[in-house]
T-cell receptor
C-alpha cells in the first residue's frame, strides 16, 4: 500500500499561469516533506521542503503548503515557465527512521 | 563540480550473469543509497550506507548486494539478475541520513535483464 500518493500522473498548464501539484499521505508519523524535480535522463534534484511544524514554505516561485489534518500537501509554481516542465516527486519521512517514502511522480507540461 | 557518477548509464544483460553498477561521489558525503524506479511507483530504496563499512537494507533489498569500502564509492551488485530487476536505478548521496540534508542523485542506470 502506497503511503505517499500523487494521484495525477500528468498535468498541463499554460505558461505564466499557476501550476498546482498535489500529494497525499497516509502515515500520520510523517513529519518532513520534500519535493524533487526530475528532467529526462537526469537524476532527481531537490526543490523545496517543509517540516510538519509549518504549514507553508516559500522559495521564489515555488511554495509548498501542508495540511496536516487532511494529510495533504501541494506545490504551487507561480508563474509557470517552460523550464518547469519535468516530473515532480513528493517524498515524506518520519523522525523514527528518516527513511524517505516517495510518490510515483507527476509529469508537468508547460504549454507556450 | 559536485556530482554523483553512475556507470554504466544503460545495460542489457541476460538472466543470471553477475553485474555491478558503480557509484562514486566527490562531495565527501557520509550517507549513500541506491533506489530503483518503476512505472507507477515512487523511488524505492534498495540499500543504504551511513558510512564506510556500514550498510543496511532498504525496502527492496532482495537480489542485491552492496559494499562501502571507501567513502566515495558505493557499488550495487546483482549476483544473479532476473527479469524482475529490469528497472531504472539511482544512486544518491548526502551529508547525513536526515531528510533536511539535500540528497544528490546520479543520472541513473537503465538496466534490462532478458
Amino acid at each position: 500500500d502506497q503511503q505517499v500518493k500523487q494521484n495525477s500522473p500528468s498535468l498541463s498548464v499554460q505558461e505564466g499561469r499557476i501550476s498546482i501539484l498535489n500529494c497525499d499521505y497516509t502515515n500520520s508519523m510523517f513529519d518532513y516533506f520534500l519535493w524533487y524535480k526530475k528532467y529526462p535522463a537526469e537524476g532527481p534534484t531537490f526543490l523545496i521542503s517543509i517540516s510538519s511544524i509549518k504549514d507553508k514554505n516559500e522559495d521564489g516561485r515555488f511554495t509548498v503548503f501542508l495540511n496536516k489534518s487532511a494529510k495533504h500537501l501541494s506545490l504551487h509554481i507561480v508563474p509557470s515557465q517552460p523550464g518547469d516542465s519535468a516530473v515532480y516527486f513528493c517524498a515524506a519521512s518520519a523522525q523514527s527512521n528518516y527513511q524517505l517514502i516517495w510518490g510515483a511522480g507527476t509529469k508537468l507540461i508547460i504549454k507556450p | 563540480e559536485a556530482q554523483v557518477t553512475q556507470n554504466p548509464r544503460y545495460l542489457i544483460t541476460v538472466t543470471g550473469k553477475k553485474l555491478t553498477v558503480t557509484c562514486s561521489q566527490n562531495m565527501n558525503h557520509e550517507y549513500m543509497s541506491w533506489y530503483r524506479q518503476d512505472p507507477g511507483l515512487g523511488l524505492r530504496q534498495i540499500y543504504y550506507s551511513m558510512n564506510v563499512e556500514v550498510t543496511d537494507k532498504g525496502d527492496v533489498p532482495e537480489g542485491y548486494k552492496v559494499s562501502r569500502k571507501e567513502k566515495r564509492n558505493f557499488p550495487l551488485i546483482l549476483e544473479s539478475p532476473s527479469p524482475n530487476q529490469t528497472s531504472l536505478y539511482f544512486c544518491a548521496s548526502s551529508l547525513s541520513r536526515h531528510p533536511n540534508t539535500e540528497a544528490f542523485f546520479g543520472q541513473g542506470t537503465r538496466l534490462t535483464v532478458v
